[in-house]
Structures are given as C-alpha cells and as structure tokens.
C-alpha cells in the first residue's frame, strides 16, 4: 500500500510556546483518521501544518513522499482538500460558484470552467445532497448545508486527501451523522483518505477507523479504539476521569465523562482506613439496575460511605460501584448466588449501619438477598425499605418478595416515598 | 442572474455612450452628436479607408473645441474613473472590507504630500513634458505603498488586516504632514487646496497618453487576478487550500491598485467616492463575482465621472467647480438611499 502522508518529527513553535512537540506518524492512503486532544492539544495547529498553512520549526510533512515545502500551491489542491471549521460565507455567491471554486487548481489563468468541470461540480454536488441548492446564494443557508457545500467544493478539487476541521462541532446531531456517513462514503467509493480533529470521542470511534490522540503537542497514542481509547489515555490528554465501555447497538467504544460533582472527593467506602475516623454512616444498597443506581448516587452525594450488594457484572449498578471503587459484591450472570457471595454479602450487611432496599424488582434469583436483609433487621440493623407500596408490582416471586417486605416494615424496617425520602431520612440522624 | 448581468452591462455601455456624447456636446459651445460621430467615428474610420469621408466640412472651432479640449479631458476622466472603480473593488475584495476605498492603504494621502511639497516648495522642473506637481503627486503615492507594504510585512507574509492598519496609520501621519505644509503654504494655500478637492481641468493629450497606459497595466493586472479575489472572498487561509498562492496576489493586487489610484490622483487630485460607490452598486445588481465586477464597475466608474466632470464644468458656468465636491455631493446621498433601500449592501456583515 503507498504512503500518502507521512509526518515527520514536526515541531512546531509560537514565540516561547511549543505546539507541537516532535511528532511522527504516517496515513496509508484509504484510511479513515480520528485526530483527538483536549483543547489546546496541538490538533488544529497539526492540521494546519499538513496544509503548510503554519511552517514547522522543524521535521517535515510529506506528501506522497514529496516534501510538501517543495510543491506548488496548486500541486498540494490538487492532492490535498481542506474542510475548514468556520465555512461561513458572506459573499452572495451561488452554491454552484462556491463548488466550482473548487476547479481552481486544474485552471489556467485564462482558462475559463469547461463543459467538464461543471460536471465534476455537479457530480460533487449530488454526492453531498446540495444539488438541488445549485442556485440558491450560500450566504443564505443553513449550517448544515453549508458545510456540505463546502465538501463538494472540496470534492470538486478531487482530492486524494480530505481534511476536516472539527466538522461536526455546530451541527445538531441529525446532521452529525449524516456528515460523517458522507465521509465514510467517500472513503470507501473513492477511496479518498480522510483525516478530521474531532472532539467527540463516540463520534469518533463510530466512524473512524484509527485514531491519532495529541497531548500537550505531543502524539500520546495511535492506532484502533481500544488502542488509543483507554480510561489512562483519556485521564492524560482531557484530564478527566471517564468511564469507556461499549455501545449497546453498534458495540464500538464509548467515552462517558461523569459531571465534576461526581469526579470530586469521595466517601471513603466501608472497612478502609479513613472510614473509622468518618462520622458519615456506612450504607449498603441492595444492587439491580437504574433504580439502585439512583438511591446510590443520592445517596454518594449526600457523603455517605457506600457498598453495593450482589449484582452481576453486566448490571449497571455494578458498573456505578467500580467506576466509584465501592466495594460490590459480584454475582454470576444466571445463577443462583454462590456460598462465597453469600458470606462476603452478609460480612457487608454486618459492616453498614444502614441497609437500603431501593425499589428494585424480585425475582427468584434474588428474592435471597430481601431474605438476608429480613435476617439482619430482625438481630436490630435499620434497614429503610424505598416505596413499600409499590413492591406488588415488583414481585415476580408469586408474592413471596412482597411478604418478605411486609415482614421487613414489621421488624422495624421505615418505609420512604422516594429518593428525596431516603435523603430525609439519612441526614435526620 | 445571467440575463440580469447582460442586462445591467448593456445599461452601464449606454450610459457610458451617452455621458460621452454630453461631455463632449456640452459647454459653452453646444456641438451635436452627428459632429461629435463624424469627428470621433466617421474620421478616424474614414482615414483609414472603412467608411466614406465626412458629407459637410465640420467648422475649424468646433473641431478645434472637440479635439484639444473636450476629447481629452472626457478620455482623462473615463481612464481616471475607471481606475479609481476598479481599485475601490480589488482593495475592497483584497481586505474583504465594504469601506475600503482607493485611498484606504494611504496612496493618496502620499501623493497628496508630494503634490504639496511641490506647490509649496515652488521647484519648477519639468521632466518628458510633466510638471513638478504630477511627478512629486505620482512618486509619493508609490513610495507610500511601498512604505505600507514592507511595514505590515512579518517575514514573507503580509496579513491583510496588518496591511489595512498600516495603510491606515501612515495615511493619517502623512496628511499631518500635508496640513502642516499647508498651514504654511502662504500663496499657494489656494492651489493647494484647489487641488486636493480633484479637478480634470488640467486635461491635455499628454496626460491622457500617459495615464492611458498605467491604467491599461493596472487593468490588465488586477484583471488576471479575478478568479483569486473571489477566492480571497472566502478568506486568505480558504484560499491558499484552494491553491491560490495568496501572497503572490496580494502583492500583484497592491501593486496593480496603487499603480492606477497614483496615477489617477498625480493627474486630477484626490476624487473621492467614485471608487468606494461604484462596485457596491454594481455588486448589488450583479453579485460579487469579480470576473464580472472588475469589467463593469470599470465602465461605470468611466461613465460616471465622464457625467460628474460635465456637471461640474457646466453647473455654475464659466466658473469651474472640482469635481470632488460634485462626485461626493451627488453621490453620497444617492449612496445612502441604496443602503438604506437594499439590504443586499450589507452583506460584508459578517465578518470574522
């Protein structure tokens, strides 16, 4: 396969400010790259660098294993076609004028557009879905549009090389896809090579195929998602913690950065060093899906020390649990609960001074743990049972859960309306 | 649009044949059109052997008035209204900016300087029939381009904006100086200030023959160029990834502007508005496509004054007003009436 772009050793500097710091790396023609990194990390000024827009101070930039120093203006459109981030244009020329802007490397001087260069616009124009805008003035259009008028001015250079600068950031998300669906159309029908600085990382890994991630103007990694895309990669160049993990319907990688809030100090969790000196109370919820989750994150921001209590690895309360380093007791998918998980199950209810049971739905599977919890309330542990009335509705077990709840209210355990309840209730004591 | 750019160039043609049949028909002498045909057309053609001779014998002062007086100064103000139109439009493409005009880089306030030291200085030389005030007017308006030109330059490039900041500062500290000649230009102060309304009172044959070929390069080089400024229109860094070598352009634009703005102010003194009105109004007709805009703002800008020169000269006869006042008296109001008509006018707005 050729070598269409190779980068080498760029180093690139503002007056007392390095941008980019000795970068290196090369694209294959037909590839499809991601260009990541926080703001600031270097990827606009790369970008304009492949464009020999900004001179490096030192390395070099390739182009078909020419140095791009050495071509032409023209040469490098005629390879080479940028989408720039801002595509505003304020002129009232028609949408055919701004395509056919695009043939200006193939002109001579007094060359004036022929027969085959308006088919080529026109060509261009039905690929990105503007051809029936051809009249229209492009300063009147949207922004969705616009860009796609843009990237058939850039078709209409034939390019080898499609760059875009950050093509989805004032988009709405219909058009998102619809842009880079069009982008991976060119990339597989005409085998063009297109590289694009992207914020959005699950943008990203939805369709791109390898990924360049920049920090602080050096390249920190390259290669496929799960490669590049990794929770240490993300906490260095964004400097953020985040959760990765796989999309439910295209099973490509995800990125999901929790609010600051959740990123800050947290509750030390049961049994550590630091929860003998916390006057916070040590609570275990009874794990299973969104609703556990959201007793747990109240719960967490009210500064209480948390532990979660059997779920599976797949159950996103599992996911809230390590994601927040509390302690979890693990199950196996599909069966019953096993002797270990039991006891490390029971060694937490002993630990906490207050057990929760969110409104949860209970099934034969883990009508059990409601059976240990009934077991602790009744040797005097406060357990606070989250919307009794609706526990009916939640049994799957021929109401065996619901008597077990009854029987938990009898023991002593306080029933609460919701969340908000259960906060009350936690802060009172 | 099409038609209604063929349309809107068949106007401005017409307009332009009949403010040359006025200008030439009118003053203290009427002459007709057919004298003004047979004098123009019919001879030129007849001398060389594509058209019969002329019917009736044309009367020597009539042939005199036509041929030294009016002809020229008629053919002085189309190459000077044309050149300072096309200017207005290659800077205002240039800097993307609707208020630029010719003098905008500080052309004319250099020439300007000139023409005054030469006036106030009282040195009478002439050099291949020129007098000292075309000659200084003509050498300050480049020197100043050149000034402006390396004083926005970082290394090999010239941003735009640096270069329209530049020209704006060098412009006012040169007419500083121009005041202060002025303020001590004694018996001259009335010439001084006579010459910087504008005037084409001074037309002869010479300077025709003269500013005929610098307009002609200027033309010729901002011309070339029309597929590049609309490029430019789209922002320098768009049009370097379009593969316009923008540097290169921006030096042969300056260069090819400044060339027609000196020559036309070393020739007639500073005319204002012509150069700033005339591509607006023929954007808002036809758009901003320079292939387009260059040429006929070109014919517009010639008509024009060829019209402005003949009011100014006929208003309030014998006595000649400059035709500066005439150009901005008329044509700022007629200028503010568009922009406040057609919204169109507006579309620099948004600029980044």
Redesign the interface.
């Known amino acids: 396969m050729r070598i269409n772009l190779k980068v080498q050793e760029l180093t690139l500097q503002y007056p007392a400010y390095t941008v980019l710091d000795g970068v290196e790396f090369s694209i294959e023609k037909g590839e499809m790259v991601a260009l990541l990194g926080a703001n600031g990390a270097g990827k606009s000024t790369l970008l304009r660098a492949l464009t020999r827009s900004l001179a490096p101070a030192r390395g070099a930039v390739l182009l078909d294993d020419c140095d791009l120093r050495k071509l032409t203006q023209k040469e490098i459109s005629r390879t080479m076609a940028v989408v720039p981030q801002n595509t505003g244009v304020d002129f009232d020329f028609t949408v055919e004028d701004v395509v056919l802007m695009g043939r200006f490397p193939y002109l001579g001087r007094f060359q004036k557009e022929s027969r085959t260069d308006r088919e080529i616009a026109r060509e261009a124009m039905e690929m990105t879905g503007v051809a029936d805008l051809a009249a229209r003035s492009a300063a009147t259009l949207s922004g969705g549009e616009r860009q796609r008028v843009i990237i058939a001015r850039a078709l209409c250079q034939q390019p080898e090389l499609l760059l875009l600068d950050e093509p989805t950031a004032n988009l709405d998300i219909s058009y998102q896809s619809t842009l880079l669906e069009l982008a991976v159309t060119l990339n597989r029908q005409k085998g063009i090579t297109v590289i694009a600085a992207i914020h959005d990382l699950n943008l990203a890994t939805q369709f791109f195929d390898r990924f360049l991630l920049l920090a602080q103007g050096r390249l920190l990694a390259a290669g496929s998602a799960e490669e590049v895309i990794t929770p240490e990669n993300i906490q260095l160049s964004y400097g953020v913690q985040a959760v990765v993990f796989r999309h439910p319907l295209h099973g490509r990688l995800q990125v999901s950065v929790p609010s600051r809030r959740e990123n800050g100090p947290r509750a030390p969790g049961p049994g550590s060093a630091a929860a003998a000196e916390c006057t916070l109370p040590a609570v275990h919820v009874i794990g299973g899906g969104a609703e556990s989750i959201q007793a747990l994150d109240a719960l967490r921001e009210a500064g209480a020390r948390l532990s979660v209590g059997p779920v599976t690895a797949q159950d996103s309360s599992f996911q809230y649990a390590r994601f927040f380093h509390l302690p979890v007791v693990e199950i196996m998918p599909f069966s019953p609960i096993s002797e270990a998980a039991q006891h490390e199950h029971l060694a937490l209810l002993q630990q906490a001074d207050l057990v929760v049971v969110p409104p949860i739905a209970f099934g034969p599977g883990n009508l059990v743990n409601l059976e240990s919890v009934l077991q602790a309330a009744r040797q005097g542990k406060k357990v606070i049972v989250m919307e009794p009335e609706s526990a009916p509705d939640r049994d799957y077990t021929g109401g065996k859960a619901q008597a077990a709840v009854q029987e938990l209210l009898a023991a002593g355990a306080e029933g609460v309306p919701d969340t908000a309840g259960l906060i009350q209730r936690l802060t009172k004591k | ?1 099409h038609r209604r750019k063929t349309i809107f160039l068949m106007i401005i043609i017409m307009a332009l044949a009949l403010s040359f049949l006025l200008g030439v028909g009118s003053g203290a002498v009427a002459i007709g059109w057919r004298d003004i045909a047979a004098l123009v057309l019919l001879e030129p053609l007849a001398r060389l052997g594509l058209a019969p001779g002329p019917e009736a014998e044309i009367p020597a002062v009539t042939r005199s008035i036509v041929m030294q007086l009016r002809l020229p100064r008629v053919l002085l103000a189309s190459a000077v209204g044309a050149s300072l139109a096309v200017a207005g439009a290659a800077f205002q493409g240039l800097f ?1 900016n609707p208020m630029a005009d010719p003098f905008v880089v500080g052309v004319s306030s250099g020439a300007a300087l000139g023409a005054v030291m030469a006036m106030v200085l009282g040195q009478t030389f002439s050099l291949l029939g020129f007098g000292t005030v075309p000659l200084f007017a003509f050498g300050g308006g480049v020197l100043t381009i050149f000034l402006v030109y390396n004083m926005a330059r970082i290394g090999k490039t010239v941003p735009v904006m640096t270069l329209l900041l530049a020209g704006i500062a060098v412009s006012a500290f040169l007419s500083a100086l121009v005041s202060l000649l002025t303020y001590f230009a004694g018996d001259e102060l009335h010439r001084v200030v006579f010459w910087m309304m504008g005037g084409l009172g001074g037309a002869t044959w010479l300077r025709v023959q003269v500013m005929v070929p610098y307009a002609a390069a200027g033309f010729i080089c901002i011309f ?1 160029f029309a ?1 590049e400024l ?2 430019m ?3 320098e ?2 049009a ?6 923008t540097e290169w352009v921006k030096r042969v634009l300056l260069v090819g502007a400044s060339l027609l703005v000196a020559a036309s102010v070393s020739t007639s003194g500073i005319i204002g508005f012509v150069g700033l009105a005339v591509p607006h109004l023929v954007r808002l007709v036809a ?3 320079h292939r387009y805009l260059l040429p006929a703002s070109a014919l517009l800008g010639a008509a024009l004054l060829i019209a402005a020169d003949t009011l100014a000269r006929t208003v309030i006869a014998p006595t000649e007003l400059p035709v500066g006042i005439i150009t901005a008296l008329v044509g700022a109001p007629l200028f503010i009436y568009l922009l406040r008509t057609h919204k ?1 006018l507006r ?6």
Do not use: C, I, K, Q
């Open positions: 649009m993307r070339m597929r609309n490029a229109l789209m922002g860094e768009t370097r990834h379009l593969g316009v070598n758009g901003p496509d169109r579309y620099f707005s948004n600029l980044e």
